[in-house]
Nanobody
């Protein structure tokens, strides 16, 4: 079972940047497709971005396209989410997740999850 630990969240002003990291415990990370999701209080968990295990393809939610960048370093068993031009509506708990087969934007299709990291953007 792969364990994921997110870090890098915090409080930032609108227009600022944060870089989230998600470290995986197992070498199977390098063959897992990874995703970032977020969940605001009282709202459902939403897709943010995903990257294939090779890193050659990435997909983004329309709300973050052009502002966020997902990347990975398989040698370090880590996936990243660079977030620029942050807006108050980006405030949420951010989760990384992994799945073995195929790319997906649906949370229920992911096999394992981290515990989440809080991102708060002040106006």
């Amino acid at each position: 079972q792969v364990q994921l630990v997110e870090s890098g969240g915090g409080l930032v002003q609108a227009g600022g940047s944060l870089r989230l990291s998600c470290a995986a415990s197992a070498r199977t990370f390098s063959t897992s497709n990874m995703g970032w999701f977020r969940q605001a209080p009282g709202k459902e968990r939403l897709f943010v971005a995903t990257i294939t295990w090779t890193g050659d393809r990435t997909y983004y939610a329309d709300s973050v396209k052009g502002r966020f960048t997902i990347s990975r370093d398989n040698a370090k068993n880590t996936v990243y989410l660079q977030m620029n031009s942050l807006k108050p509506e980006d405030t949420a708990v951010y989760y990384c997740a992994g799945r073995k087969f195929g790319v997906s934007m649906r949370p229920h299709e992911y096999d394992y999850w981290g515990q989440g990291t809080q991102v708060t953007v002040s106006s």
